[in-house]
């Protein structure tokens, strides 16, 4: 599995209600794994309480000043899209301009030195690139976005946090390249994972791109000094990987000689350097000492800090009660960074944490149909028949041991909106995830044990009736794990993905059974694996059943052709 923990937040998970909808509501729902709030602050160096300059539900993040104080750039998603905004410094979002209107993702701006353009992350043109466009907050138009010029256009990998040097001639940024190039080459799984990233620079015409960093941690969030001679940037090592005893920190390097030192400890989560008008490095520090277990979650918290250029004496310039992320200094010192905006209004779970995000409910036109379309913050979501509710599994945090503490998360439903948010049942045999609900709304069947288990582990499927009762094991008598159901249009039968021990080897592949967990029939036998089967919403099961189908037929009616 790639990780994708230290990417931003804008990964999501797509899934389809696996039952027909009434014609009057269509719509998709889908997990979304972004944060619950995000607003940008302003800290003036010697205060000690930022001021929110955002105050709208969608998510504002990544911002950066321009030279000269005046603007402000930022990304904001309160259009239901990603997007970049601009706002005079001194003043608040509701005087905000939108630069871009993209369909893509653009984030992660930052100006030139002399103000007249910016660059940013883009996905416009497939993958995460960067781009340079004009900057005219007082005059924006479609024609200014038009004039956007991407500096680098990739196609198998992605590339973020791009910063101009002093003089504007080259762009510093980190890319995860090399890690896809060696991974794709030599699949070094053990040595280096996919979502590593490196520090590389470029020409601001896309010439001239060299690499800078060793490819073995992850690499990012660039920032020059004000001479241009040193870059500063951040390393983390991932705590998966055997053998290493050190975390990270901040680091710099000397340009001419490529000599590297760090500027904090070797064993700190330090982030997202900036550099002041003292030549002082700002960045933000993961405490370790605040992290706290809580109700299905755990509270990681970042506190702000500076050092002088040389790692000497740390300074706190904010603490840890609300979290504060990615900073970017003017020469005011003024300090611009994103964090925790407020929650309240929206539609919670029963741990206090929202359910369904602000502004991801929208109405959306495809073929000339409308629909809704909807991220929630739970697992493997699913719609009743009608279209009118959300079937799924409440948020658990991943680390499984934090899961034997807190418990096993529940089976819920709201309606597409995020409202009406109740528990329909709670599994005593481990976590409960991919639900489906039969279409006259009488069963609900479920996987049950660990998540991402082994294929020897324990996992079964199990149906509950909607109201809550009558839980059944339907796999309790096959070994291994077996899991992703989904029940036929009629509710009568149920494919899964199961585990059979074949000449001595566990291989997965994909399996009948009637809703009573009885008539169970293997209906792939081949050496691969096959997992995550589903039946389309209008299939008759007498074709599955049909001895007129080989296995190859079964396969491509259960598994969509995959």
Wanted: with cysteine; aromatic share 10%; net charge neutral.
């Amino acid at each position: 599995m790639i990780r994708l923990k230290h990417f931003l937040p804008i990964i999501f998970i797509l899934l389809l209600g696996n039952q027909k909808m009434s014609s009057r509501q269509q719509a998709i729902v889908y997990t979304t794994l972004q944060p619950e709030q995000y607003d940008i602050f302003l800290l003036e160096e010697n205060s000690t309480v930022p001021k929110r300059i955002t105050n709208h539900k969608g998510m504002d993040y990544n911002a950066s000043f321009s030279p000269g104080n005046k603007w402000i750039v930022y990304t904001s998603e309160h259009n239901g899209n990603t997007d970049l905004y601009a706002l005079q410094n001194g003043k608040t979002d509701e005087h905000s301009i939108r630069l871009t209107t993209d369909k893509g993702v653009d984030d992660q701006a930052t100006f030139s030195p002399d103000g007249k353009q910016i660059v940013f992350m883009s996905t416009r043109s497939g993958n995460a690139s960067l781009w340079i466009m004009p900057f005219n907050a007082l005059a924006p138009s479609s024609k200014t976005e038009q004039e956007a010029r991407a500096v680098t256009e990739t196609k198998e990998y992605g590339e973020f946090n791009p910063v101009f040097s002093p003089d504007g001639q080259q762009i510093a940024f980190s890319s995860n390249q090399a890690a896809i190039q060696r991974f794709k080459n030599k699949g070094e799984l053990d040595y280096v994972w996919p979502d590593w990233t490196d520090i590389y620079v470029v020409d601001k015409n896309g010439k001239n791109l060299r690499q800078l960093t060793d490819t073995k941690a992850i690499y990012g969030s660039p920032c020059w000094d004000q001479t241009g001679t040193n870059l500063y940037y951040y390393k983390d090592l991932s705590d998966v990987i055997k053998g290493v005893g050190k975390t990270g920190g901040i680091m710099v390097m000397d340009l001419a000689s490529k000599r590297t030192s760090f500027v904090t400890d070797t064993f700190s989560h330090a982030f997202s350097p900036a550099i002041n008008s003292g030549n002082e490095v700002v960045y933000v520090q993961r405490d370790d000492s605040l992290t706290t277990l809580s109700h299905r979650r755990i509270n990681q918290y970042f506190y702000l800090a500076k050092t002088d250029a040389k790692g000497g004496k740390k300074i706190l310039l904010k603490t840890a009660n609300i979290n504060y992320y990615h900073p970017k200094i003017n020469t005011r010192n003024q300090i611009l960074l994103y964090g925790n905006g407020p929650i309240e209004g929206m539609n919670k779970k029963s741990n206090g944490e929202t359910f369904a995000r602000p502004q991801t409910i929208r109405e959306v036109t495809v073929d000339n149909e409308k629909l809704l379309i909807g991220g929630i913050r739970g697992y493997t979501p699913t719609l009743t028949a009608d279209g009118k509710e959300i079937i799924s599994a409440e948020w658990v945090n991943e680390f499984t041991p934090y899961e034997k503490s807190l418990g096993s998360s529940p089976i819920v439903t709201c309606d597409l909106n995020g409202n009406s948010y109740r528990t329909l049942f709670t599994s005593k045999n481990g976590f409960a995830w991919t639900p489906v609900v039969t279409r006259d709304k009488k069963w609900i069947i479920f996987g049950s044990g660990a998540r991402f288990a082994g294929s020897g582990e324990k996992v079964d499927i199990w149906k509950v009736k909607y109201d809550g009762t009558a839980p059944v094991n339907l796999t309790a008598s096959m070994p291994g794990n077996n899991a992703f159901p989904d029940v036929s249009y009629d509710g009568n039968w149920i494919v899964f993905r199961g585990v059979k021990n074949e000449n001595g080897k566990e291989n997965k592949d994909i399996f009948l059974m009637d809703c009573e967990g009885k008539n169970l029939r293997q209906k792939t036998h081949t050496p691969e694996t096959e997992t995550m089967p589903a039946i389309s919403p209008d299939w008759q099961v007498d074709r599955l059943l049909s001895s007129k189908c080989n296995d190859k037929c079964l396969e491509h009616l259960c598994t969509g052709g995959q």
